[in-house]
């Protein structure tokens, strides 16, 4: 076990800092096998802390390393609190610069922003924001946003204000968010800072634009209006974005500032809401935004979204010339290359994308068409939740009554089939299925079934709500009393087949739905009115019968003998059984039964009108009292002083009516009492003990944590493989695999070969690496290249296939659709069906018809862009020798060997300058051209060589990009190679060609090879020869 | 707003967590963590790495055996949060030259300090790696 985590003598120890204690908890926690034996270490430790942090006179450095060890301790779970007291000393007694850091960071974490503590902590905060050095005024800056509190306010406000102007822009950064957590606890205090916050905005600092940009947010979603006036400022701000006006350390891979970016799109989204000119300013930059993104990377697809979203939300007059357009110029149909991404990720991002958008602009850009509506079906049978759920919320927005059959019969299947512990979901189901039956049903006999089938499958999770919904359905009058009467009797054929099955396995809610029908309608149908009733009273008396639907059959029974004016003797007999039950309210019922039995004229009075076709309006003012109370004011009452805490109605009614016996009978209890009252629980149920605070009793295990325990290998902490490749590239590849089926079998084959056995992998602080030989000539071993490595062997022997070779699974749902012929079919029917309900009623033929020819003529477009590259072919002919050319003038291999060669570098650092400098654009290419280029390029590592110039074909770069080009390795290190490439990129909607020369980075591994694209190359090398001499220098 | 910030492991230890604007006792967190660590685990490779959960979002990343976990409110936008969570791996990456499991369990501190850095009141506030890094590594120097 040792041998698996570092030694008290090994370098990171020594390096580190840290004390030997420090050091062994961590480990032993580290290396605990179970929750309980962690419970263990964790209690003893406690202990240990308690008694050496009750000693006098430790040393800040030693209190920061207990405190430290308290943090892990509450982020496991235990209860700290003894601790919370030595963090605040910390905090006011701490001399270096981590110790007050991790003094506030301790307080943040452990203190309640009501915590009676935190006043203790006002003082050094004030000195803190007093400070000359920023890095106690941020530490301090930070600490606030978590700690604000009412006492707080005034000793600080002054001081942050001052941080406003700040030289350092971290400080100005930091005191913006403690005003952003300001606004949200009292934004009255912020509001004569208006101005300032808006010279902030558009004063163009980029260190402050992050934190600025999240004020606004907030402002503007609290109120539009007051900030419409900001619309130029931002649209200048994102100009100067997508214009890599940013320097260039905001660049997150090749994409300037993306999270920036979404920022301000998300907030021109919220201010040209309902606003035509605003959206019309704005629509054109939206729109160029999303053009400039598609080109991009991973977080890219947050900038794609994020515009989408605002173009949905942009005044309809405008989003509709901005989406009249052929399909490849509407930005709505970036949205179709993510629905047909096989990256469940992408495909989610079109869903989402999807559902921003109002189903009426679906059709109105010409993009939409059945293929899309395919894809959205067939998500409704991914086994993967995200993408099924945000399937259910499209159906739930496109239903309408052409197509309202086909969804709910989807929603039902899916329901059906769900497993019962998702509640949620089921809920959410049955609730959206009646809503919308109810809503946009012709077919009463369809409706009435479908709202009978919903209860029979998940009647359990019928609430109040939506069984009162469904019974309206059917009781509510409409215009179309015909069909009312049609409706109604269907209910009542319905509901008198649910009586006549074994009501023992029927659900209560649908049983009382049924009643509740039988008893407003079932003189519309008069021939079995005698069963009916024999049944209800049967079911009446029935030993262990539901107590509300006793009532609900009582209420019904009432009302029938009310219509027929006639009581049978077996209603009257299964009544006064009743009389004699334990509940108070089928009592009282029973009783008022009788009576009213009796006396018809009595009955029908009360029953008029049926109380279940109305929606009461409940008079919240109580207005009807007015009356009273004014007579009893003039009477010498006094006003009623509402007691300032919340309470439900009824309280409050009862209050009020009494006026003048309750005030004097309670003149007594003081408010301050109420007042306080909500604080002092808060506090209490914070610092409620929770287990003991000597922490000897272990805190309840769920069994189902400890199978996770037990039946995996001991706790190993492994190495944290090289982001790149470890990344699980869940993005990033999304190119189809169709070609080279061969090369896929032999990679796999060979991976498969590599799988290494658990016992021959040793754990070490770089990782585990697999213990045969490395090949000799590789003299330099980077961590970076064991660390990629054992990432695959992880990879492999958990039988978690690499990304490369994920390809038989993704190719197996297209083989399914095309082998059942049965099911396409079925689903064509599915998807035309609800195709037809995109867009409004009256449209609906013509639309159609649009759509079948617009599909065809999309189809064949796409056809005549890949399948006749005449024009294609002979650009990229010329071009290619053009590249040959270009390329052969690149300086590359001269600028970067002269510098690299003198230095020796080791594959490490070398590694290092690339990632530093190399714009951070870091992008696997997986598949074809890897797969096409692996041999040569394993050969030439072999050989040495260098200078040869390669082709690559079709090598595709997401989406519809195909790239055709070139490469050449410049320097060869180890087992890695760069190369600088040239391609073009075709799209093929446009035809656009795009020249760019990039440095591919090769990594060889046994198996496959990853190859990272690193773009901007002028700027790379400008870079590199700058961190160069910087090199030479110290030598 | 982002409600937390998890990375847990395979065995489904917490290593790291941080909560904004949660009301949660010790031991309900303690079981919300391993919840949500068996939900990862469960989630194939080629599924969707957002997925629902209680009341919040989650977007997560896997990187050998570790899972980064961001728990969001639905308003945000989804892809801008996965990305965060590569960020964020990529900026302690850099600090700590090749991050691993230790290092984040030996520095928990640190890697507090430098989410501190980039996130403040649930929010993204700092993207910039050479920005969210500048403080932390200034303060390692005047600590020497």
Same mark, same amino acid.
């Given at each position: 076990?040792?041998?698996?985590?570092?030694?008290?003598?090994?370098?990171?120890?020594?390096?580190?800092?840290?004390?030997?204690?420090?050091?062994?908890?961590?480990?032993?926690?580290?290396?605990?096998?179970?929750?309980?034996?962690?419970?263990?270490?964790?209690?003893?430790?406690?202990?240990?802390?308690?008694?050496?942090?009750?000693?006098?006179? %430790?040393?800040?450095?030693?209190?920061?390393?207990?405190?430290?060890?308290? @943090?892990?301790?509450?982020?496991?779970?235990?209860?700290?609190?003894?601790?919370?007291?030595?963090?605040?000393?910390?905090?006011?007694?701490?001399?270096?610069?981590?110790?007050?850091? !991790?003094?506030?960071?301790?307080?943040?974490?452990?203190?309640?922003?009501?915590?009676?503590?935190?006043?203790?902590?006002?003082?050094?905060?004030?000195?803190?924001?007093?400070?000359?050095?920023?890095?106690? !005024?941020?530490?301090?800056?930070?600490?606030?946003?978590?700690?604000?509190?009412?006492?707080?306010?005034?000793?600080?406000?002054?001081?942050?204000?001052?941080?406003?102007?700040?030289?350092?822009?971290?400080?100005?950064?930091?005191?913006?968010?403690?005003?952003?957590?300001?606004?949200?606890?009292?934004?009255?205090?912020?509001?004569?800072?208006?101005?300032?916050?808006?010279?902030?905005?558009?004063?163009?600092?980029?260190?402050?634009?992050?934190?600025?940009?999240?004020?606004?947010?907030?402002? @503007?979603?609290?109120?539009?209006?007051?900030?419409?006036?900001?619309?130029? @400022?931002?649209?200048?701000?994102?100009?100067?974005?997508?214009?890599?006006?940013?320097?260039?350390?905001?660049?997150?891979?090749?994409?300037?500032?993306?999270?920036?970016?979404?920022? +301000?799109?998300?907030?021109?989204?919220?201010?040209?809401?309902?606003?035509?000119?605003?959206?019309?300013?704005?629509?054109?930059?939206?729109?160029?935004?999303?053009?400039?993104?598609?080109?991009?990377?991973?977080?890219?697809?947050?900038?794609?979204?994020?515009? %989408?979203?605002?173009?949905?939300?942009?005044?309809?007059?405008?989003?509709?010339?901005?989406?009249?357009?052929?399909?490849?110029?509407?930005?709505?149909?970036?949205?179709?290359?993510?629905?047909?991404?096989?990256?469940?990720?992408?495909?989610?991002?079109?869903?989402?994308?999807?559902?921003?958008?109002?189903?009426?602009?679906?059709?109105?850009?010409?993009?939409?068409?059945?293929?899309?509506?395919?894809?959205?079906?067939?998500?409704?049978?991914?086994?993967?939740?995200?993408?099924?759920?945000?399937?259910?919320?499209?159906?739930?927005?496109?239903?309408?009554?052409?197509?309202?059959?086909?969804?709910?019969?989807?929603?039902?299947?899916?329901?059906?089939?769900?497993?019962?512990?998702?509640?949620?979901?089921?809920?959410?189901?049955?609730?959206?299925?009646?809503?919308?039956?109810?809503?946009?049903?012709?077919?009463?006999?369809?409706?009435?079934?479908?709202?009978?089938?919903?209860?029979?499958?998940?009647?359990?999770?019928?609430?109040?709500?939506?069984?009162?919904?469904?019974?309206?359905?059917?009781?509510?009058?409409?215009?179309?009393?015909?069909?009312?009467?049609?409706?109604?009797?269907?209910?009542?054929?319905?509901?008198?087949?649910?009586?006549? $099955?074994?009501?023992?396995?029927?659900?209560?809610?649908?049983?009382?739905?049924? @009643?509740?029908?039988?008893?407003?309608?079932? =003189?519309?149908?008069?021939?079995?009115?005698?069963?009916?009733?024999?049944?209800?009273?049967?079911?009446?008396? $029935?030993?262990?019968?539901?107590?509300?639907?006793?009532?609900? %059959?009582?209420?019904?029974?009432?009302?029938?003998?009310?219509?027929?004016?006639?009581?049978?003797?077996?209603?009257?007999? #299964?009544?006064?059984?009743?009389?004699?039950?334990?509940?108070?309210?089928?009592?009282?019922?029973?009783?008022?039964?009788?009576?009213?039995?009796?006396?018809?004229?009595?009955?029908?009075?009360?029953?008029?009108?049926?109380?279940?076709?109305?929606?009461?309006?409940?008079?919240?003012?109580?207005?009807?009292?007015?009356?009273?109370?004014?007579?009893?004011?003039?009477?010498? #009452?006094?006003?009623?002083?509402? %007691?300032?805490? !919340?309470?439900?109605?009824?309280?409050?009614?009862?209050?009020?009516?009494?006026?003048?016996?309750?005030?004097?009978?309670?003149?007594?209890?003081?408010?301050?009492?109420?007042?306080? $009252?909500?604080?002092?629980?808060?506090?209490?149920?914070?610092?409620?003990?929770?287990?003991?605070?000597?922490?000897?009793?272990?805190?309840?295990?769920?069994?189902?944590?400890?199978?996770?325990?037990?039946?995996?290998?001991?706790?190993?902490?492994?190495?944290?493989?090289?982001?790149?490749?470890?990344?699980?590239?869940?993005?990033?590849?999304?190119?189809?695999?169709?070609?080279?089926?061969?090369?896929?079998?032999?990679?796999?084959?060979?991976?498969?070969?590599?799988?290494?056995?658990?016992?021959?992998?040793?754990?070490?602080?770089?990782?585990?690496?697999?213990?045969?030989?490395?090949?000799?000539?590789?003299?330099?071993?980077?961590?970076?290249?064991?660390?990629?490595?054992?990432?695959?062997?992880?990879?492999?022997?958990?039988? =978690?296939?690499?990304?490369?070779?994920?390809?038989?699974?993704?190719?197996?749902?297209?083989?399914?659709?095309?082998?059942?012929?049965?099911?396409?079919?079925?689903?064509?029917?599915?998807?035309?069906?609800?195709?037809?309900? !995109?867009?409004?009623?009256?449209?609906?033929?013509?639309?159609?018809?649009?759509?079948?020819?617009?599909?065809?003529?999309?189809?064949?477009?796409?056809?005549?862009?890949?399948?006749?590259?005449?024009?294609?072919? #002979?650009?990229?002919?010329?071009?290619?020798?053009?590249?040959?050319?270009? +390329?052969?003038?690149?300086?590359?291999?001269?600028?970067?060997?002269?510098?690299?060669?003198?230095?020796?570098?080791?594959?490490?650092?070398?590694?290092?300058?690339?990632?530093?400098?190399?714009?951070?654009?870091?992008?696997?290419?997986?598949?074809?051209?890897?797969?096409?280029?692996?041999?040569?390029?394993?050969?030439?590592?072999?050989?040495?060589?260098?200078?040869?110039?390669?082709?690559?074909?079709?090598?595709?770069?997401?989406?519809?990009?195909?790239?055709?080009?070139?490469?050449?390795?410049?320097?060869?290190?180890?087992?890695?190679?760069?190369?600088?490439?040239?391609?073009?990129?075709?799209?093929?909607?446009?035809?656009?060609?795009?020249?760019?020369?990039?440095?591919?980075?090769?990594?060889?591994?046994?198996?496959?090879?990853?190859?990272?694209?690193?773009?901007?190359?002028?700027?790379?090398?400008?870079?590199?020869?700058?961190?160069?001499?910087?090199?030479?220098?110290?030598? | 707003?982002?409600?937390?910030?998890?990375?847990?492991?395979?065995?489904?230890?917490?290593?790291?967590?941080?909560?904004?604007?949660?009301?949660?006792?010790?031991?309900?967190?303690?079981?919300?963590?391993?919840?949500?660590?068996?939900?990862?685990?469960?989630?194939?490779?080629?599924?969707?790495?957002?997925?629902?959960?209680?009341?919040?979002?989650?977007?997560?990343?896997?990187?050998?055996?570790?899972?980064?976990?961001?728990?969001?409110?639905?308003?945000?936008?989804?892809?801008?949060?996965?990305?965060?969570?590569?960020?964020?791996?990529?900026?302690?990456?850099?600090?700590?030259?090749?991050?691993?499991?230790?290092?984040?369990?030996?520095?928990?501190?640190?890697?507090?300090?430098?989410?501190?850095?980039?996130?403040?009141?649930?929010?993204?506030?700092?993207?910039?790696?050479?920005?969210?890094?500048?403080?932390?590594?200034?303060?390692?120097?005047?600590?020497?």
């Amino acid at each position: 076990m040792s041998s698996q985590l570092p030694t008290i003598f090994n370098s990171t120890f020594l390096t580190s800092g840290l004390s030997k204690g420090f050091f062994e908890f961590i480990t032993k926690v580290g290396e605990a096998r179970s929750k309980q034996e962690e419970d263990r270490y964790v209690t003893e430790e406690l202990a240990y802390l308690k008694n050496k942090l009750n000693q006098p006179d %430790i040393s800040t450095s030693k209190m920061k390393d207990y405190i430290t060890r308290l @943090v892990y301790c509450d982020m496991l779970g235990h209860n700290v609190e003894f601790g919370h007291i030595h963090a605040v000393k910390l905090v006011q007694s701490a001399k270096g610069l981590w110790e007050k850091r !991790v003094g506030y960071l301790s307080c943040s974490l452990f203190l309640h922003e009501t915590h009676e503590l935190s006043i203790m902590l006002i003082n050094t905060i004030q000195k803190d924001l007093r400070s000359s050095n920023h890095l106690e !005024v941020c530490a301090a800056l930070t600490a606030l946003c978590q700690l604000l509190n009412t006492e707080m306010i005034p000793a600080v406000y002054g001081l942050v204000e001052e941080k406003l102007s700040h030289p350092k822009d971290i400080v100005r950064k930091k005191a913006i968010m403690v005003f952003h957590r300001l606004f949200r606890d009292k934004p009255e205090l912020i509001i004569h800072l208006d101005e300032k916050f808006r010279q902030i905005l558009s004063g163009g600092d980029p260190g402050v634009l992050g934190a600025i940009l999240c004020l606004f947010i907030d402002f @503007v979603k609290e109120d539009p209006s007051k900030y419409k006036d900001l619309v130029p @400022v931002l649209v200048n701000i994102l100009e100067q974005v997508l214009d890599r006006y940013l320097p260039r350390n905001y660049d997150y891979h090749g994409a300037p500032a993306p999270w920036i970016q979404v920022k +301000i799109i998300q907030i021109l989204g919220m201010l040209a809401q309902d606003d035509e000119k605003i959206s019309s300013e704005i629509g054109q930059l939206i729109v160029h935004t999303l053009k400039k993104a598609e080109n991009g990377v991973d977080c890219s697809y947050a900038i794609i979204f994020e515009c %989408i979203r605002t173009l949905a939300r942009l005044h309809p007059q405008v989003l509709t010339t901005l989406i009249h357009k052929p399909s490849h110029l509407n930005p709505l149909s970036v949205i179709t290359r993510f629905l047909k991404s096989h990256n469940h990720n992408l495909k989610y991002l079109g869903l989402i994308a999807l559902s921003e958008v109002d189903p009426v602009w679906w059709v109105e850009g010409e993009w939409w068409g059945e293929e899309q509506m395919r894809i959205i079906v067939d998500c409704l049978e991914e086994k993967d939740d995200s993408l099924k759920r945000k399937t259910l919320d499209l159906l739930y927005m496109m239903v309408n009554s052409q197509n309202i059959i086909i969804i709910v019969e989807k929603m039902t299947e899916v329901l059906r089939k769900t497993s019962t512990t998702d509640e949620f979901l089921r809920k959410l189901l049955v609730e959206r299925i009646i809503e919308i039956s109810g809503k946009f049903a012709t077919n009463s006999e369809w409706l009435v079934k479908s709202i009978v089938t919903v209860f029979e499958i998940a009647g359990d999770l019928v609430d109040e709500k939506t069984e009162n919904l469904a019974f309206l359905i059917v009781s509510k009058d409409t215009d179309d009393p015909e069909k009312d009467s049609e409706l109604r009797k269907y209910a009542v054929v319905e509901s008198i087949k649910v009586l006549e $099955k074994d009501s023992s396995n029927i659900s209560s809610s649908l049983l009382i739905w049924t @009643v509740k029908v039988l008893g407003e309608f079932l =003189n519309h149908l008069d021939e079995k009115y005698g069963i009916v009733i024999n049944k209800l009273c049967e079911l009446l008396n $029935k030993d262990n019968v539901n107590r509300s639907l006793q009532i609900v %059959i009582i209420t019904s029974l009432l009302k029938q003998v009310s219509k027929t004016k006639n009581c049978p003797n077996n209603i009257m007999e #299964a009544i006064i059984k009743c009389r004699e039950s334990s509940s108070e309210d089928v009592k009282q019922r029973s009783q008022e039964f009788i009576i009213l039995a009796d006396d018809f004229l009595l009955l029908d009075e009360i029953l008029k009108p049926s109380p279940y076709n109305e929606e009461f309006a409940i008079d919240e003012t109580l207005s009807f009292l007015d009356e009273f109370v004014e007579t009893a004011l003039k009477n010498g #009452a006094k006003p009623y002083n509402p %007691i300032p805490i !919340v309470r439900n109605n009824e309280t409050s009614e009862h209050e009020k009516k009494p006026a003048e016996i309750r005030y004097e009978a309670y003149e007594k209890p003081d408010l301050p009492y109420f007042q306080s $009252k909500p604080v002092t629980s808060n506090i209490l149920t914070f610092s409620e003990p929770r287990y003991g605070d000597s922490g000897l009793a272990s805190p309840p295990i769920e069994d189902s944590m400890l199978t996770s325990w037990s039946g995996n290998p001991p706790v190993t902490p492994g190495q944290l493989a090289w982001m790149s490749v470890s990344k699980d590239s869940t993005f990033g590849e999304y190119e189809e695999f169709d070609g080279n089926r061969q090369n896929r079998q032999s990679l796999i084959s060979s991976v498969a070969k590599i799988v290494t056995s658990p016992n021959s992998l040793k754990w070490s602080r770089a990782g585990y690496k697999p213990i045969q030989q490395q090949p000799s000539r590789d003299v330099v071993t980077s961590p970076t290249l064991s660390a990629i490595s054992s990432e695959e062997t992880t990879k492999s022997s958990s039988s =978690n296939v690499h990304p490369f070779l994920r390809t038989s699974g993704k190719t197996a749902p297209i083989t399914s659709i095309t082998t059942k012929s049965v099911v396409l079919s079925e689903k064509d029917r599915l998807a035309s069906a609800l195709l037809s309900g !995109v867009g409004t009623n009256s449209e609906m033929n013509a639309s159609i018809f649009k759509h079948s020819g617009n599909v065809n003529s999309q189809k064949s477009d796409q056809r005549k862009n890949i399948g006749t590259p005449s024009y294609h072919h #002979a650009r990229t002919e010329s071009t290619f020798s053009e590249i040959y050319h270009n +390329i052969e003038s690149l300086h590359i291999n001269k600028n970067i060997l002269q510098y690299l060669k003198p230095l020796q570098m080791t594959t490490k650092d070398y590694e290092k300058i690339w990632t530093n400098l190399s714009n951070e654009r870091r992008e696997e290419v997986v598949g074809e051209s890897v797969i096409n280029n692996m041999e040569i390029i394993k050969q030439r590592l072999e050989d040495g060589t260098i200078d040869k110039v390669n082709e690559f074909g079709n090598a595709s770069y997401g989406g519809d990009l195909i790239g055709k080009g070139c490469w050449k390795i410049v320097e060869i290190i180890g087992k890695e190679a760069i190369a600088a490439s040239q391609y073009i990129q075709m799209k093929n909607s446009t035809l656009s060609l795009n020249e760019n020369i990039i440095l591919l980075h090769f990594k060889i591994q046994p198996s496959y090879c990853v190859f990272i694209i690193r773009s901007d190359i002028e700027g790379i090398i400008d870079n590199v020869a700058e961190e160069m001499k910087s090199y030479f220098i110290v030598e | 707003m982002l409600r937390f910030f998890l990375f847990i492991n395979k065995q489904g230890q917490t290593r790291f967590s941080r909560y904004y604007n949660v009301q949660l006792q010790p031991e309900e967190r303690v079981l919300m963590e391993a919840d949500i660590s068996r939900k990862c685990l469960k989630r194939g490779d080629s599924q969707c790495s957002i997925f629902e959960f209680r009341e919040y979002k989650l977007a997560f990343r896997r990187y050998a055996s570790l899972f980064f976990v961001i728990g969001f409110d639905e308003e945000e936008n989804h892809l801008a949060i996965l990305e965060l969570v590569h960020a964020y791996v990529e900026i302690l990456n850099a600090y700590f030259d090749n991050v691993c499991e230790l290092d984040i369990m030996f520095n928990i501190e640190k890697v507090h300090v430098i989410l501190e850095e980039m996130v403040l009141n649930g929010r993204i506030v700092e993207t910039n790696k050479n920005n969210v890094l500048a403080p932390v590594l200034e303060m390692d120097k005047t600590s020497k």
